[in-house]
Nanobody, 117 residues
């Protein structure tokens, strides 16, 4: 089993910054895990935000390129999402997930990010 816990969300003004954390625990070798960030705004489908592989290769959605940075600290079993130049359209619940070899992916419970105009 793998547990993922997101934190770091909150209310911020347009142009502000937040850093989200995704802490993993359980029967894992964290350094081998790829981790993804997704977000879901009210009334919309969950969408991909960013990902990082075990080799620290990163991928970003076009909407966040140049503003968000994903990183990992294997010593802390944690992946971070640094979000700068936030916009109201970034308002959503942010989730992290990691794939499972067999069965559904592991997801965290989410953390709310609200960007005020």
């Amino acid at each position: 089993q793998v547990q993922l816990v997101e934190s770091g969300g909150g209310l911020v003004q347009t142009g502000g910054s937040l850093r989200l954390s995704c802490a993993a625990s359980g029967n894992i070798i964290f350094s081998r895990m790829a981790v993804y960030w997704y977000r879901q705004a009210p009334g919309k489908q969950r969408q991909f935000v960013a990902s990082i592989t075990s080799g620290e290769a990163t991928t970003y959605a076009d909407s966040v390129k140049g503003r968000f940075t994903i990183s990992r600290d294997n010593a802390k079993n944690t992946v971070y999402l640094q979000m700068n130049s936030l916009k109201p359209e970034d308002t959503a619940v942010y989730y992290c997930k990691t794939p499972r070899a067999f069965g559904p992916d592991y997801w965290g419970q989410g953390t709310q990010v609200t960007v005020s105009p």
